[in-house]
């Protein structure tokens, strides 16, 4: 096992060693940009994986033919689409919403004049490029974003963009002479960026200085040409360009592409699995603007092609889940869906891979029976699909009847059921737009009924051990997620949540994950001593999975997760002789790194040898290919080491619906504080508690004078009822247990000191929440957590064991099920169904 002690001498002078010798355009060891555009791949093999095209419900029609050199527009659409769009804007409800938005957005922008942005504009439709200096100069900086990762160029694109639909000729000769100039203003920044070391690479490159105003950053030089977004200046005003002001763009697209790669470009197949690797997919987008002129590079589109089906072959599983939660990956497809839909019209048809169209079925899955929220795991957790996503599914894949249920469930979700309204990626659901009759029905709360599609009530992903599982495809059913990642292999976009679960019924969630909390504190885990796991975990155990349809029973190991912390790796590379941290783009870490081996100076760090961390990285070293383009295989240090870390769920489906959360948790022989947790949201209330039994409720029921919550009959309801919970061994120590409570408490990160007042971690806040805590003190809690859901006034289930605690009877009503439990020799309890029967009559 390769053991790394963490001992490093002080910081030595690091000479300017770019003064006499060439400068590097890559690192040393590295592929040039020229031999990755020509097809040299560093690698072997990556792990084979079998894809099927899914061509059912594609409208082949719905994509054009790509137009000539130098006609345009071409990348997403051609001229001989110009009328059907410009009909869908005007004569569909939704082409009719999105086109107002467009308004809005251009309203508030440069047609503002109380926005400076505008005489920006301005000036720079006249090509003044002194005055736009000045502008810039004196607001230190560019106007600001115009939403998220939208920089103000944006609103240059989308003015092109209702120019041409419009076909506004005076509005296009205004906008051509502004996108030329701004192209010319940040050609200087893009030269001096480019001539620096590391420029084969555009996210490499740096830009700063008063052009673009964006300081020195780790974006790139995407910073100045918007990404993609000069490009789609470009394709919407070309009409109104002159030669002159089509070269000047054309020549920064050129320089910004030909021969230059991205992130994601000089990894393994394999490798290229997260959303920033979608996000670069804006790099040959960008290219395609200038698609056989000069300057183009065709190798960059074909790379590109090569990275996107990577993306799906290894991001996205067979099952249609990402390695990301849904909220985080729809930010990578911002730059994927336009490129698919673009490699679509080159005869790359992405749109049906088969991963690609499986996602369709996550996005159901993941909905909430309510429909109202989704629920997935790790940063994005509560993120919906997006409208630029379910735009384009439903533009080119118009009968799909899926498709069209997550659609309306978006409708639904959306606050005021407005979807069309707001600051999101435009300009591709206005291509997309197409109409829906059922838009009003859904606006009064009617629409299609996802019972309707005959789904299976479970989906389970195996790469990922990832399971949704629901009692039924009705709005008050009960919904169970079970997680307890098994495929990770570097600093991610993951959370401390090995084992986690969550938990709907009755419309609404009980047991909620969220966007971006990461630590187990904020999730539904337990922790020892106020510790939870490791930040970030690395992969657990999946340890199997029963579902005959009436009862389902799964288990998962998450001890690796409190045994093993991973840092993000190259804080674990010394920061005296790593090679990139002589560099621009990584020198920022060498502070970071130097902090972190000082803090975990006694501590002794190994490369993870668990199997999957192993297969996706051994062989590969070659070049040293890194996630993120800094991290390599993950060093894991001790965290929270415990004896044993076992979670079992159990989910009845009928006739009532149920879970039940079972948990070996042993930290040694030692009594400590196991703290249950469960985030059940601010709209929670207690209702009752007595004894081990809690009664919840929504906070928003009656209240009576003192201020309790009073439910009337038929609100919905949640029991937990601790059916195994331990206590101190000596009586004398059953006070320190503390109480079982609901508390409200700041949803805030606790990683490291905070640099404002040394208290918490990058002041990040998420406001005001609740949870739930079941505290034990003890040697090992043994906690059997009932979730029971019912309405006011209904009765409440009687649970009862036998004598030794190996059989639970479960009576509700007439009904009462037998659940068998046993412990193996690790300590891990395992639980079969017994008999279900009708309970006999009360005497």
């Not at 002080?10 to 000479?15: D, E, M, N, Q, T």
């Not at 906008?175 to 490499?204: C, N």
């Not at 479960?810 to 017994?834: K, M, P, S, V, W």
């Amino acid at each position: 096992m390769n053991r790394l002690r963490l001992v490093f001498a002080p910081l030595a002078f690091v000479p300017a060693i770019f003064a006499a010798a060439p400068i590097p355009r890559h690192l040393p060891g590295e592929l040039s940009a020229d031999e990755i555009l020509n097809g040299v791949y560093a690698f072997p093999p990556s792990p084979s994986v079998q894809v099927t095209s899914d061509l059912a419900g594609f409208a082949p029609s719905r994509i054009s033919k790509v137009p000539a050199p130098g006609v345009h527009p071409r990348i997403l659409i051609s001229p001989e689409d110009l009328p059907d769009l410009r009909r869908r804007l005007k004569e569909t409800n939704v082409g009719r919403a999105l086109y107002a938005t467009l308004q809005t957005r251009l309203d508030s922008t440069i047609r503002n004049p109380k926005d400076w942005g505008s005489e920006l504009y301005a000036r720079l439709s006249i090509g003044d490029v002194a005055g736009a200096n000045s502008l810039i100069l004196a607001h230190k900086g560019l106007p600001p974003a115009i939403g998220h990762y939208q920089p103000y160029l944006y609103a240059f694109v989308l003015e092109a963009f209702d120019a041409l639909i419009t076909d506004d000729l005076a509005r296009g000769r205004k906008v051509a002479p502004a996108i030329a100039t701004y192209a010319a203003l940040i050609r200087p920044s893009l030269e001096r960026s480019l001539a620096l070391p590391m420029g084969d690479d555009v996210w490499r490159a740096k830009t700063s200085g008063p052009t673009t105003g964006t300081g020195i950053s780790d974006q790139g030089l995407r910073d100045g040409v918007g990404g993609h977004l000069l490009g789609y200046g470009y394709d919407f005003a070309h009409a109104y360009m002159t030669e002159a002001q089509r070269a000047t763009v054309r020549g920064v697209i050129a320089q910004a592409t030909f021969g230059k790669l991205w992130l994601g470009a000089r990894l393994p197949h394999h490798f290229r699995n997260w959303n920033w690797v979608a996000v670069g997919l804006q790099q040959p987008l960008l290219a395609l603007a200038i698609e056989g002129e000069e300057g183009f590079d065709a190798r960059v589109y074909r790379l590109g092609v090569e990275i996107a089906r990577d993306y799906l072959t290894y991001g996205i599983s067979p099952t249609g889940m990402s390695t990301e939660a849904v909220g985080y990956t729809q930010f990578g497809f911002v730059w994927a869906n336009p490129f698919f839909v673009a490699a679509a019209r080159r005869g790359d048809n992405l749109l049906v891979h088969g991963h690609h169209r499986a996602m369709v079925d996550w996005y159901l899955h993941t909905n909430e029976p309510g429909r109202d929220k989704w629920t997935s795991h790790g940063d994005g957790g509560d993120g919906t699909p997006a409208i630029w996503t379910l735009s384009m599914w439903r533009y080119f894949f118009p009968r799909d009847p899926k498709i069209e249920t997550v659609w309306h469930s978006l409708v639904k979700s959306a606050p005021g059921r407005r979807p069309f309204i707001g600051n999101f990626h435009l300009i591709e659901p206005l291509l997309w737009a197409d109409a829906d009759p059922a838009l009003e029905d859904i606006a009064i709360g009617e629409s299609n009924d996802p019972a309707a599609l005959r789904l299976p009530m479970t989906l389970f992903d195996p790469e990922r051990s990832s399971l949704i599982t629901r009692s039924a495809w009705t709005p008050d059913a009960a919904m169970l997620q079970f997680e307890c990642r098994t495929d990770s292999v570097g600093a991610s976009h993951e959370h401390a949540d090995r084992g986690a679960f969550t938990f709907s019924a009755l419309g609404r969630s009980w047991a909620n994950d969220y966007f971006r909390s990461v630590e187990t504190r904020h999730h539904n885990g337990i922790l020892i001593d106020g510790l939870g796991q490791g930040y970030w975990p690395g992969p657990g155990n999946w340890l199997g999975l029963q579902d005959d349809g009436r009862l389902l029973i799964a288990a998962c190991d998450m001890k690796p997760a409190y045994d093993w912390f991973w840092p993000k790796q190259i804080l674990t590379e010394n920061p005296d002789t790593f090679t990139r941290f002589a560099f621009a783009r990584w020198d920022s870490y060498r502070g970071g790194a130097r902090d972190f081996q000082a803090e975990h100076a006694a501590a002794e760090g190994e490369r993870d040898p668990r199997p999957g961390v192993v297969k996706f990285w051994q062989g590969f070293e070659r070049t040293d290919p890194r996630l993120w383009d800094e991290d390599s295989w993950p060093v894991r240090f001790p965290h929270n080491p415990v004896q044993r870390a076992y979670r079992t769920v159990v989910f009845a489906r009928a006739p009532q619906p149920y879970a039940l959360i079972v948990d070996d948790v042993q930290k040694d022989d030692q009594e400590r504080l196991y703290e249950w947790l469960m985030q059940t949201g601010p709209d929670t209330a207690v209702v009752s508690l007595n004894g081990n039994d809690i009664v919840l409720c929504d906070a928003t029921v009656q209240r009576d004078e003192a201020g309790r919550a009073q439910p009337s009959k038929g609100d919905r309801m949640l029991l937990v009822r601790a059916l195994g919970l331990n206590e101190p061994r000596a009586a004398r120590d059953y006070p320190s247990r503390p109480s079982i409570r609901l508390e409200e408490f700041e949803r805030r990160d606790t990683l490291m000191p905070e640099a404002a007042n040394g208290a918490l971690s990058g002041a990040r806040s998420f406001g005001l929440d609740k949870r739930l805590v079941i505290p034990s003190r003890s040697a090992a809690p043994d906690f059997k957590i009932l979730l029971f859901p019912f309405r006011s006034g209904a009765p409440l289930p009687v649970t009862a064991w036998n004598a030794d605690r190996s059989r639970l009877t479960l009576t509700c009503g007439t009904h009462a099920e037998e659940l068998n439990f046993t412990q193996d020799a690790h300590g891990r309890t395992l639980i079969t169904a017994g008999a279900a029967a009708q309970a006999p009559p009360s005497p």
